[in-house]
């Protein structure tokens, strides 16, 4: 697939999704950032639920890579999909490899790409913040890149941990 395809798929999945969220999960985007030129940028999010690449994704005025579990690229539709709008493949072992999952980011950064992390590491269980791995500054640090914090409210009761399908809830 061409770079231009990619770019158009991407363009066209945003839009769908962003007006399906907004019409089934009355989707609300408040305080879009101004974002420096030229510069990486990490958005670094709270993790409620399977949604949170998706809403973040869409409320996000650029493309971002994210890493996500080995296991949704097994499902070939899904696979597709999730890789052409800029999830890069990561194993359970890769999760307790730091530093793997360090330099990839670094890599993707490198190449002036915007990535989006979840400091909490997984979903949460209860739709409260969960306890902060670490790496969020030291990346921003190594990368010279800012960190953009954001904020996901709704998705937890949308569609919560063992959810395969959204609620149309806010």
Same mark, same amino acid.
């Given at each position: $697939?061409?770079? #231009?395809?990619?770019?158009?798929? %991407?363009?066209?999945?945003?839009?769908?999704?962003?007006?399906?969220?907004?019409? %089934?999960?009355?989707?609300?985007?408040?305080?879009?950032?101004?974002?420096? #030129?030229?510069?990486?940028?990490?958005?670094? =999010?709270?993790?409620? &639920?399977?949604?949170?690449?998706? +809403?973040? @994704?869409?409320?996000?005025?650029?493309?971002?890579?994210?890493?996500?579990?080995?296991?949704? !690229?097994? +499902? *070939?539709?899904?696979?597709?999909?999730?890789?052409?709008? @800029? /999830?890069?493949?990561? =194993?359970?072992?890769? #999760?307790?490899?730091?530093?793997?999952?360090?330099?990839?980011?670094?890599?993707?950064? =490198?190449?002036?790409?915007?990535?989006?992390? !979840?400091?909490?590491? &997984?979903?949460? !269980?209860?739709?409260?913040?969960?306890?902060?791995?670490? @790496?969020? /500054?030291?990346? /921003? &640090?190594? /990368?010279?890149?800012?960190?953009? *914090?954001?904020?996901?409210?709704?998705? !937890?009761?949308? $569609? *919560?941990? @063992?959810? =395969?399908?959204?609620?149309?809830?806010?």
């Amino acid at each position: $697939m061409t770079l #231009e395809q990619n770019t158009i798929f %991407y363009a066209f999945s945003k839009g769908f999704c962003r007006v399906l969220l907004t019409l %089934y999960n009355r989707l609300h985007i408040k305080n879009v950032p101004a974002l420096p #030129e030229g510069r990486p940028v990490i958005v670094a =999010s709270n993790h409620n &639920s399977n949604l949170d690449p998706v +809403v973040v @994704g869409v409320a996000y005025p650029r493309k971002l890579k994210y890493l996500a579990k080995e296991e949704l !690229f097994k +499902v *070939p539709i899904l696979s597709y999909i999730i890789r052409h709008l @800029g /999830a890069i493949p990561v =194993s359970r072992q890769d #999760e307790h490899k730091a530093g793997v999952i360090l330099r990839t980011l670094l890599e993707i950064l =490198s190449r002036g790409e915007d990535i989006l992390i !979840f400091p909490e590491g &997984s979903r949460s !269980f209860d739709g409260k913040l969960q306890p902060m791995e670490g @790496g969020v /500054a030291m990346l /921003a &640090s190594h /990368a010279k890149a800012p960190i953009l *914090p954001v904020c996901v409210k709704g998705t !937890f009761e949308a $569609m *919560p941990r @063992g959810s =395969s399908v959204p609620k149309p809830k806010k």
